[in-house]
Structure formats: C-alpha cells, structure tokens
Nanobody, 120 residues
C-alpha cells in the first residue's frame, strides 16, 4: 500500500507564492515519474508539471516561468513552487507518483488534493 499526502495549499493574493509538498510512503521500491495535476471548478484535470527520477522536468505552457517542480528522492517527496500566482491558478492540486512496489509491478498513485485559492 502506498499513500501520497499533499500539503502547502491555501489562500493567497494575486502575485503571491505558495509551495506545495507531496510525500509518498508505504511499500515503495522506487519511484519513476512524479508530478502535479490541477482541477479548477467546471474544468477538466490538467497536467501542471512532472519530473523524472533523474530530474528532467516538463511544464504546462500556462505555468512555465512561474512554477518550479523539484523532488527529493531520498524522502520520496515532490515539491511545486508556485510564484506570480493569478486567480486562474485557483484549483485543487493533486500530486501523483509512478511507484514500483515490487519487481515488474508499478502503477500510479494519487494524493487527495490540496486547495489553492488566489484572490484578485
């Protein structure tokens, strides 16, 4: 069993910053990709950023230059630094991890989400 727990969401004014964290725990052999999705009210869930075990990153165009993803492999934790926030960034942010729990057995696990609200 693997659990992902997010933290760091909250209410912030436009132009402000937040740092999200997501820690994975449980029967983890290794973690390949980790990342963040978000879902705003009435919209589909969208990929925000992801990072490989080697540190390669990718971002949605809407957050490039403002958000930074990073990870600590020793802690099985992924972070998302959110800068220059605007009201369009308001959403529930979900982390995920592609986890290998035993040889040749891997699947994606999800956190329960953390709310980010940006006021204008």
């Amino acid at each position: 069993q693997v659990h992902l727990v997010e933290s760091g969401g909250g209410l912030v004014q436009a132009g402000g910053s937040l740092r999200l964290s997501c820690a994975a725990s449980g029967s983890i052999l290794s973690i390949a990709e980790m990342g963040w999705y978000r879902q705003a009210p009435g919209k589909q869930r969208e990929l925000v950023a992801h990072i490989t075990s080697g540190g390669s990153t990718s971002y949605a165009d809407s957050v490039k230059g403002r958000f930074t993803i990073s990870r600590d492999n020793a802690k099985n934790t992924v972070y998302l630094q959110l800068n220059s926030l605007n009201p369009e960034d308001t959403a529930v942010y979900y982390c995920y991890a592609d986890v290998m729990t035993s040889p040749y057995v891997n699947r994606a696990y999800w956190g329960r989400g953390t709310q980010v609200t940006v006021s204008s």
